[in-house]
């Protein structure tokens, strides 16, 4: 027995958790399907990718889609402590004053405005996050110039006055210290002494227990066991924006047809578990080099974020590739929303995953759009001593090209969404809507994706649960 179980340490789940422990008088369960996050492809920041192969990651993958050529794209999401903040690229993005605004409208609740949530963040980059510029190379340097000769006007920072911006440019920020990646996890859980915290790694949630209407605790497979934890006073689920929705469902929680026609006793009709699927779709032009141009390892350069290009809101990196090329990596939100289902009733079982990507010829009219202004910042002078020609889509259908190379930004978000109507499933204080002493705390609450990189706004979900919770 417990009096807080959060389940999913990833950087939602590791605020709550840290803020909850605080208060010596409870006592606290973190738990983690993955394992340590003392690897060095966790703590060594340039090494992110190597993560995509490896155990620290859920290998969801999307169902075949005709509208991204028909494939399947590699879904990857965090396995191990930490969560996705133990595998990012560790860029700290607040999102736009509109994104917070549009939460506080949604919601009727100005705890989720522009306003209130800045003070948030303020609060914690005062500490527990520690967050730093990124050191542009000299190829940065120039990308950032272009950006601007481009017409985005340049920033310090992609949050401070950017986030009220129509358009610029920055330099990232990053939760790099001293070279070694701070995940929130290390922030709020394991750089700190909080004796009534105890945390469960390689532990699958299972599902949530619910009796007479309320949460009571949660069943989980732990060392080949199954056994069930009890909390006296809430469950949190932190498990992203594709295992919350899993595990909702398979607690009884969900769209009732999608329940039964798994044989899942419905506890309560939530026909939005799932629904809502939002994410930064990743478009990439690719640019040839030119003979002798110095340029950075493969890697981020540090220099990007890029808002309301065109009047369609995207992102932009810029990164060398091992190839000898350069690579404009686009991230942009469609208006068509994908979703996630249950494939069987066994909780090991991926889920049904649909993105959405390109259904709605309005998104592909968007995509179009964007490349055309990523073409102008890639052919702006500063640029000219790196690179020469584009190499992709180039003279190709760009429409098939970016069907056929469309990818996730790893942004997931929605499945769960704050609001009052028919297909929210929490409230503005992050309650499930009909069951007691539940909440959900992750980026599945947001009603849709914010502007950039995701981690910081999950940090500010979980802050904002933990003070629902206490207060």
């Known amino acids: 027995m417990y009096d807080y179980v959060v389940c999913g340490s990833g950087s939602s789940g590791s605020a709550v958790a840290g803020r909850l422990a605080e208060d010596p008088g409870v006592s606290v369960l973190l738990i983690e399907a993955g394992g340590d996050d003392d690897r060095e492809s966790v703590r060594n920041p340039d090494l992110w990718a190597a993560n995509l192969g490896a155990d620290t990651v859920w290998h969801f993958t999307t169902e075949p889609d005709p509208a991204v050529a028909g494939r399947s794209l590699p879904y990857a999401m965090g396995r191990v402590l930490g969560g996705g903040g133990s595998v990012n690229v560790c860029n700290w993005v607040r999102g736009h004053r509109n994104d917070w605004d549009s939460f506080a409208r949604a919601t009727g609740d100005p705890a989720w405005g522009y306003e209130a949530i800045t003070e948030v963040f303020r609060r914690v980059e005062a500490g527990p996050m520690r967050v730093t510029p990124a050191s542009l190379t000299p190829f940065g340097t120039a990308v950032r110039a272009a950006a601007e000769e481009a017409g985005f006007p340049g920033h310090p920072s992609p949050n401070g006055a950017l986030t009220t911006a129509a358009r610029g440019s920055a330099t990232s920020q990053k939760t790099v210290v001293d070279g070694r990646r701070l995940s929130p996890y290390r922030a709020y859980v394991a750089g700190r002494e909080l004796p009534n ?214 942004h997931q978000c929605g499945t769960a969404r704050m609001g009052h109507d028919d297909l929210a499933v929490v409230d503005s204080r992050l309650r499930v809507h009909g069951v007691d002493g539940l909440r959900v705390a992750d980026a599945s609450v947001l009603p849709h994706v914010t502007m950039a990189n995701t981690m910081a706004p999950s940090v500010a979900i979980g802050e904002r649960a933990a003070a629902f919770i206490r207060g």
């Open 197 to 410: 915290l105890t945390v469960m790694t390689g532990t699958l949630v299972l599902r949530v227990l619910i009796e007479g209407g309320r949460a009571v605790g949660v069943r989980v497979l732990a060392g080949g066991r199954v056994e069930d934890i009890r909390a006296e006073a809430e469950v949190v689920l932190s498990l992203g924006a594709i295992n919350t929705p899993k595990v909702l469902m398979l607690s009884g929680l969900g769209d009732a047809a999608e329940l039964r026609r798994h044989a899942i006793p419905v506890v309560r009709d939530l026909p939005g578990v799932g629904r809502n699927l939002h994410d930064h779709a990743l478009l990439n032009l690719v640019w040839n080099t030119r003979p002798g141009a110095v340029l950075p390892p493969p890697g981020d350069t540090g220099a990007g974020c890029f808002w309301q290009l065109d009047g369609s809101p995207a992102f932009l990196y810029v990164t060398p590739t091992p190839d000898g090329t350069v690579t404009f990596l686009v991230g942009t939100s469609m208006t068509d929303t994908g979703r996630v289902r249950l494939a069987s009733v066994d909780p090991a079982a991926d889920p049904l995953i649909r993105t959405g990507y390109f259904t709605d010829p309005a998104d592909v009219a968007a995509a179009l759009r964007v490349l055309d202004t990523v073409r102008t910042v890639a052919s702006a002078p500063a640029l000219r001593p790196y690179l020469t020609d584009e190499r992709a889509p180039g003279t190709s259908d760009p429409v098939a090209h970016l069907r056929a190379t469309v990818e996730t930004f790893w």
